[in-house]
T-cell receptor, first 116, second 111 residues
Framework: NAGVTQTPKFQVLKTGQSMTLQCAQD?????MSWYRQDPGMGLRLIHY???????DQGEVPNGYNVSRSTTEDFPLRLLSAAPSQTSVYFC???????????????FGPGTRLTVL | KQEVTQIPAALSVPEGENLVLNCSFT??????LQWFRQDPGKGLTSLLLIQSSQREQTSGRLNASLDKSSGRSTLYIAASQPGDSATYLC??????????FGTGTRLKVLA
């Protein structure tokens, strides 16, 4: 199993550009999520999904869109990049227990994004 | 609002020492707590998951405990090795589907 994969590993954008960060998992996990990690602030939840067609907002959703058309993939879209979105982005997945609670979370290697 | 604190922010110990990392939280209404390890420039690796009904979990040289009444979890590392050097993060499953992370403790084990 490849686990959780993310592409690209690094990306530089100019202010106002849009792009999509890709995330895929091969563990048939229902739950997938996106976090951003900033120095001194820890990881913060952006969006999450509990299955195909079901997404919801986390703590810091503004400026980001997600969709979940398959169990395996959960892309994160930056609509109009801003310097404040410079960060390291992590995707994670987990199975759900009893259909409502996340179990052990597995993380991808991250995407380091710089917005100029 | 749930707040998660990890103290100290950084720790340096000689090889072979037993050590304890702390994770404190303000709201005891959690359903699980997970400890992770993060190496520089890498993703997070899960170490231990404790369900709210459990008091502790063990894996090899690692032992994690959970005391909801005092709002505290500890990660005990026995016989530390230079390969244990990393940042250790705790995360609380608090509220439906959402995890709250601490800012981590950066551990350096000196050979």
């Amino acid at each position: 199993n490849a686990g959780v994969t993310q592409t690209p590993k690094f990306q530089v954008l100019k202010t106002g550009q849009s792009m999509t960060l890709q995330c895929a998992q091969d563990m048939n996990h229902e739950y997938m999520s996106w976090y951003r990690q900033d120095p001194g602030m820890g990881l913060r939840l952006i969006h999450y999904s509990v299955g195909a067609g079901i997404t919801d907002q986390g703590e810091v959703p503004n400026g980001y869109n997600v969709s979940r058309s398959t169990t395996e993939d959960f892309p994160l879209r930056l609509l109009s990049a801003a310097p404040s979105q410079t960060s390291v982005y992590f995707c994670a997945s987990s199975r759900l227990t009893s259909g409502i609670r996340t179990d052990t979370q597995y993380f991808g290697p991250g995407t380091r994004l710089t917005v100029l | 609002k749930q707040e998660v604190t990890q103290i100290p922010a950084a720790l340096s110990v000689p090889e072979g020492e037993n050590l304890v990392l702390n994770c404190s939280f303000t709201d005891s209404a959690i359903y699980n707590l997970q400890w992770f390890r993060q190496d520089p420039g890498k993703g997070l690796t899960s170490l231990l998951l404790i369900q709210s009904s459990q008091r502790e979990q063990t894996s090899g040289r690692l032992n994690a405990s959970l005391d909801k009444s005092s709002g505290r979890s500890t990660l005990y590392i026995a016989a530390s090795q230079p390969g244990d050097s990393a940042t250790y993060l705790c995360a609380l499953g608090s509220g439906t589907y959402k995890y709250i992370f601490g800012t981590g403790t950066r551990l350096k084990v000196l050979a």
